[in-house]
């Protein structure tokens, strides 16, 4: 599987954009990137994905480079409940598809 | 979650004893996921399903077994516990197997 590169952790203020990103040099023609985020004490929540475009919905937008080898997801205006582990992950059509997690970005909120 | 149900939440058991998870979702999908999370290593795949019966191993599957006898039900058992099988296990399912995974709430066991 293809491998993804993220820093351990960000720092943000509250009410700024927040960029997190993702170094994702062998991802293949065929593997989207995905992002996922997981608050304390839960389970991983679905953030967004996508394959080339530039892709929006409510919760974020991701940013993906021309030559696809890096992505940024993009957090508009960051608030305290976004602190969360945020996972950057390569994944492609296919039988019996699944996700490989790896450690991801610790985002801090602070006021 | 919507959805997805494991239990139970949390467990103790022994060293040695036989020990089962419960997956149970609503949503009739076809991709079920077992993960277990550790500090320090993030998620792990232990096993999967991508139909009824149709199960293959993940990254960290010794000592783990599962079972997908309906759509709704994937269970996993851990045939003698030990204590380095301590651990957040996490449920997912997914309709496609790519996209949008939906997560339970976890399991904490703690095996002495």
């Known amino acids: 599987d293809a491998k993804t590169t993220q820093p351990n952790s960000m720092e943000s203020n509250e009410e700024e954009p927040v960029h997190l990103p993702c170094n994702h040099s062998?991802?293949?023609?065929?593997?989207?990137i995905h992002w996922y985020r997981q608050l304390p004490s839960q389970g991983p929540e679905y953030v967004i994905h996508?394959?080339?475009s530039n892709v929006n919905n409510r919760m974020a937008s991701l940013a993906i480079a021309e030559d696809r080898k890096s992505s940024t997801l993009i957090l508009h205006r960051a608030t305290l409940r976004d602190a969360a582990v945020y996972y950057c992950?390569?994944?492609?059509?296919?039988?019996?598809?699944?996700?490989?997690f790896g450690t991801g970005t610790r985002l801090q909120v602070t006021l | 979650d919507a959805g997805i149900t494991q239990s139970p939440r949390h467990k103790v058991t022994e060293t040695g004893t036989p020990v089962t998870l419960r997956c149970h979702q609503t949503?009739?999908?076809?991709?079920m996921y077992w993960y277990r999370q550790d500090p320090g290593h993030g998620l792990r795949l232990i096993h999967y399903?991508?139909?009824?019966?149709?199960?293959d191993k993940g990254e960290v599957s010794d000592g783990y077994s599962v079972s997908r006898s309906k759509t709704e039900d994937f269970l996993l058992t851990l045939e003698s516990a030990t204590s380095s099988q301590t651990s957040v296990y996490f449920c997912?399912?997914?309709?496609?197997?790519?996209?949008?995974?939906?997560f339970g709430s976890g399991t904490r066991l703690t095996v002495v």
């Open positions: 997912a399912i997914s309709e496609s197997g790519v996209y949008g995974y939906t």
């Open positions: 062998t991802i293949s023609g065929t593997d989207y």
């Open positions: 996508g394959l080339t």
């Open positions: 992950i390569l994944g492609n059509t296919g039988t019996a598809s699944k996700l490989t």
């Open positions: 949503e009739n999908h076809r991709y």
């Open positions: 399903s991508y139909g009824v019966k149709d199960t």
